[in-house]
């Protein structure tokens, strides 16, 4: 059974900086590109961070560039995000996704999911 666990999230003032884990499990991490996306109230969700399985960097979002980083360690079937300067339109529920198909990640349309963690960034 595959199962993603996210954690890392918080309440953080405005300029702060978080970061946020998924742990995989039930499947051949190595082999899968991951992403991190959001989905703050009343909004879609949408793509943040995407990475392939090599560690080679999938995109970012353009609200992030330059704030945001994500990172893998396949070892410990582990992404991150690292998040600073932190603003408060950061606030949102995040998720990890996982997809054998980077495409998938960057669309918004991996395969497996996980239950989510609360970023709130207070201004």
């Known amino acids: 059974q595959v199962q993603l666990v996210e954690s890392g999230g918080g309440l953080v003032q405005t300029g702060g900086s978080l970061r946020l884990s998924c742990a995989a499990s039930?499947?051949?991490?190595?082999?899968?590109?991951m992403g991190w996306f959001r989905q703050a109230p009343g909004k879609e969700r949408e793509f943040v961070a995407g990475?392939?399985?090599?560690?080679?960097?999938?995109d970012y979002a353009d609200s992030v560039k330059g704030r945001f980083t994500i990172s893998r360690d396949n070892a410990k079937n582990t992404v991150y995000l690292q998040m600073n300067s932190l603003k408060p339109e950061d606030t949102a529920v995040y998720y990890c996704?996982?997809?054998?198909?980077?495409?998938?990640?960057?669309?918004?349309?991996?395969?497996?999911w996980g239950q989510g963690t609360q970023v709130t960034v207070s201004s």
């Open positions: 990475i392939r399985w090599s560690g080679s960097i999938i």
């Open positions: 996704g996982l997809d054998q198909i980077p495409s998938r990640v960057l669309g918004g349309t991996a395969g497996y």
């Open positions: 039930g499947l051949p991490f190595t082999y899968y590109a």
